[in-house]
């Protein structure tokens, strides 16, 4: 959806997109899946000055799905010897996940 103002020095833009999956599995979240991103221009030229321009955007997004960590196995030794011998064979960390793209991060909203 799109809306625009516009009058003598003034300029109002909004822009939204919203978007989604529509995969029979409702719990299915693409890597990029940003369902809602929100765009406002607002724009203002001064009377005084016909080359002064304010230009200020606002933009909001909702977060990206992520896999999160529950934890790591592998890689915590006790003793420092252990930890040394460790480093020699350069063993591989690890990482025990939960379900891939389970959550996701937070909103962000921004002022350009």
Not at 9 to 37: A, M, T
């Amino acid at each position: 959806m799109q809306l625009e103002y516009e009058k003598k020095k003034l300029y109002v833009g909004c822009l939204q997109h919203v978007r989604g999956s529509f995969r029979w599995d409702p719990e299915y979240n693409p890597i990029r899946d940003r369902r809602h991103n929100v765009n406002l221009l607002v724009s203002y030229a001064s009377a005084k000055f016909d080359a002064g321009k304010a230009i200020v955007r606002w933009n909001y997004g909702s977060g990206f799905p992520f896999t999160p960590t529950a934890g790591f196995y592998g890689c915590a030794l006790q003793r420092r010897h252990q930890y040394q011998l460790r480093q020699q064979q350069r063993e591989p960390e690890h990482h025990l996940r939960q379900p891939e793209l389970s959550n996701r991060l937070p909103d962000y909203a921004r002022v350009i």
